[in-house]
């Protein structure tokens, strides 16, 4: 029994979104596809453009008490895997992907820093919906960040921008040993979340124009088959290319 306990109890994260989406108890997979587009977008051309902006990616490992640790050497391994899981499938989307460079990336910081918080936002919102829909979206993907964009499109060339947020979490041995503890006093304690999202933003419009979201208990980016799968998901119902 120890050991069947020990199994589903190998990791958690303790940050506030995940608290608020795994509260919902909703399942991992992407939105029906309808969800997923915002209004009057249904495909992208071939010959359009797309910047494939920085994996933003984090990894942590939980402490007895719940408390979520960086640990900068699983984050550096999962997006070393994660990158090269997002090139492999990009590359099979049969639309040009372009990964931007480290100095772009920083020029655009803020930029980054504000799609991030709308994509939060959209995941809580419009992704979980319920008592946190919003009545003004109606229940559609309708989201935009303005003329924040353009700067990224000028640099670039490119029209649109996929953007990349994970962050996963692990049980530490001492987090394992109190989670079968108290089940065996038959108290239940949070197990592992792995949450995060992937967004197309129309650099001219600031438009998202897809959206799918992640949320689940399994996955372990550490791996690089395991990280592929991750990818998988998050990419799952990406719009069609005519």
Not at 54 to 67: K, Q, R, W, Y
Not at 86 to 103: E, M, R
């Amino acid at each position: 029994m120890f050991h069947r306990l020990a199994a589903t109890a190998r990791r958690c994260s303790g940050a506030l979104l995940v608290s608020v989406l795994a509260s919902t108890a909703l399942p991992a997979l992407a939105q029906t596809p309808s969800r997923n587009l915002a209004p009057g977008f249904t495909h992208l051309e071939r010959s359009d453009k797309i910047v494939l902006m920085p994996v933003d990616v984090e990894l942590f490992s939980l402490s007895a008490g719940g408390v979520p640790e960086p640990k900068a050497d699983w984050t550096a391994d999962a997006l070393g895997h994660m990158k090269t899981a997002l090139s492999n499938k990009t590359a099979a989307l049969g639309v040009a992907f372009d990964a931007v460079d480290d100095a772009t990336a920083d020029e655009f910081a803020e930029q980054s820093a504000l799609q991030a918080a709308v994509a939060r936002s959209i995941a809580l919102h419009h992704g979980v919906g319920g008592g946190w829909a919003l009545p003004t979206k109606q229940g559609k993907l309708d989201w935009s960040l303005g003329d924040t964009m353009k700067p990224i499109a000028q640099r670039t060339g490119a029209r649109y921008g996929l953007f990349v947020w994970v962050r996963d979490s692990y049980a530490s041995a001492e987090r394992k040993a109190a989670m079968v503890a108290l089940a065996l006093l038959g108290i239940g304690i949070a197990g592992g979340t792995q949450v995060g999202y992937a967004s197309l933003v129309d650099f001219e419009t600031g438009r998202v124009l897809w959206f799918n979201r992640l949320l689940r208990a399994d996955g372990d980016l550490r791996d690089a088959t395991a990280a592929a799968e991750t990818i998988n998901v998050l990419m799952t119902g990406f719009p069609a290319v005519r």
